[in-house]
């Protein structure tokens, strides 16, 4: 289904984990400081760390704050690496290809319920409060989770009726590190499970951008979501070798977000003028 009839512009920021979310920021700001805005995107779909970035761009909140703002320890944030085990091994079930995605899917959401993840409440706690926006933007803004109990994709937007907070907590909510979100008697996980990107999503669109922090390892599935939604105009941004070693291997470790705010900022100085070949018509 698409969501678009006129020419726009849309913007898919991937998942990544906290380092996702800092190279994330980084790009975005080494893209404005070099003249090449995105928060005029006429809709924005947001992923696991995308979300974050995505609530941020789109409320229209200065970025150069949420690019300072990965060299600090934050409010509510963990203080050390969280280990994300459990998590490379749900998502490695992904990748056989010889049972139907959707059955994997719920397999990994029952195992996400069953894991000891900690208190539901202080996950949601612990994302409001590194959110510095408290309601939907009114710029489109849609927001990815998948539900535990039959693998089923779900996009949450204004119109959701859902608090912008417990959108973005269930989009973060990586299967068996951090606990399922409750959201209307349903319990949700992280949207990375459908997709790193879920770029798809922006099928119609005419212009298309994905940001995806941890694009190659998915690049395959990327170049399908990009491909059936056939826009006239695509480019897909991953971390380059600089960043890929400034985010490291544990992309829920706090202490590289500092690190890959940087490398996001050098990368996307770099990139200005790709970006602006297809975002400036």
């Not at 959707?102 to 195992?111: D, F, H, L, P, V």
């Not at 900690?118 to 009114?138: F, I, K, S, Y």
């Amino acid at each position: 289904m698409g969501y678009f009839s006129v020419m726009t512009r849309a913007l898919v920021l991937g998942g990544g984990g906290m380092t996702g979310i800092a190279w994330e920021f980084g790009i975005l700001g080494g893209l404005a400081r070099a003249g090449v805005t995105l928060d005029d995107a006429d809709t924005i779909v947001g992923t696991s760390a995308g979300s974050v970035v995505g609530s941020v761009l789109a409320a229209g909140l200065p970025l150069e704050d949420a690019v300072a703002a990965q060299t600090t320890a934050g409010p509510g944030g963990p203080p050390r690496a969280v280990d994300i085990t459990p998590a490379m091994a749900a998502f490695a079930m992904l990748a056989d290809r010889s049972r139907p995605r959707a059955e994997i899917m719920a397999e990994i959401g029952r195992m996400a319920l069953a894991a000891p993840t900690g208190d539901e409440q202080a996950h949601v706690a612990r994302l409001a409060a590194q959110l510095p926006v408290a309601d939907w933007p009114a710029r489109s803004l849609r927001i990815t989770a998948v539900d535990t109990a039959d693998g089923a994709p779900a996009v949450f937007d204004p119109s959701s009726g859902v608090p912008l907070h417990l959108a973005v907590a269930a989009s973060c909510a990586v299967p068996c590190v951090f606990p399922p979100v409750t959201i209307d008697g349903k319990r949700y996980m992280d949207g990375g499970v459908r997709s790193g990107t879920n770029a798809d999503l922006a099928e119609g669109a005419t212009v298309l951008l994905v940001i995806a922090p941890i694009g190659g390892l998915i690049r395959p599935l990327i170049d399908r979501e990009v491909e059936k939604a056939g826009a006239a105009h695509t480019l897909i941004i991953e971390p380059d070798e600089a960043a890929l070693e400034a985010i490291g291997p544990n992309v829920l470790d706090p202490s590289r977000r500092a690190v890959a705010v940087e490398a996001g900022l050098r990368q996307g100085a770099a990139l200005a003028e790709a970006v602006r070949k297809i975002w400036v018509q």
